[in-house]
């Protein structure tokens, strides 16, 4: 059975329709942010995805790794694996040896995670509500509110940094009391990547069992 991952949570949310009149303060940080991650390449980082349920004593850290170019990516945590080349994903289980192979679809949650950087313009309303400084470092916090009120996310917050316009964090706060927050550690801007970083290549994986869900 196909296991879905948290970090992709957050682009279940992004297909909505919307047309609301925005604060232009922080459309103006939103725009400068995604353009400069629109402009690379590719990009790698390493995260920290943290979940908590405080009604609920709940809280796990998870480490990730992802790598990210246009539409395609290879993202690793918790013994899952998942690859989309835009057309097919694959979702690779580690315990049970297994790999998901379903179409990529851009309505569904396996919309490429560099949709967090345009998540803004489609859906949802957006709101600066100050700055703060976190280890020295300048940062403007933004928040984003669903149009659509049946979502089960009703806020995401971003913390941009001030000098450069790029994402530190963001934290998702679902209706269930789930607060997920997941803080870039390592940044590297075109690294190096070829069509086998995304694509799943059966011959690395002695004995996987592939089970094809298209």
Do not use: C, H
């Not at 995805?49 to 993202?75: C, H, M, W, Y």
Request: no cysteine.
């Amino acid at each position: 059975m196909k296991k879905s991952i948290s970090f992709l949570l957050l682009a279940v949310s992004l297909a909505l329709p919307a047309a609301a009149q925005q604060d232009p303060k922080a459309g103006k940080i939103l725009d400068q942010m995604s353009a400069k991650y629109q402009a690379l390449k590719a990009f790698q980082a390493t995260f920290t995805q943290t979940l908590e349920n405080p009604s609920a004593k709940v809280k796990q850290n998870l480490n990730g790794d992802i790598v990210v170019s246009g539409q395609k990516f290879r993202l690793k945590i918790s013994g899952q694996e998942v690859i989309n080349d835009g057309k097919t994903t694959w979702t690779y289980l580690k315990n049970e040896n297994e790999v998901n192979i379903s179409d990529s679809d851009p309505d569904s949650q396996d919309m490429s995670p560099s949709q967090i950087y345009t998540m803004y313009k489609k859906g949802y309303k957006y709101t600066y509500v100050q700055q703060v400084t976190e280890g020295g470092e300048p940062l403007d916090v933004i928040e984003l509110a669903p149009e659509n009120r049946q979502n089960d996310v009703f806020k995401v917050r971003l913390k941009v940094r001030k000098k450069d316009a790029s994402v530190k964090s963001w934290q998702m706060f679902k209706k269930n009391g789930n607060q997920y927050t997941f803080l870039i550690k390592n940044f590297k801007p075109n690294p190096p990547v070829d069509a086998g970083t995304f694509a799943f290549d059966k011959a690395k994986y002695k004995g996987v069992k592939v089970v094809d869900l298209r």
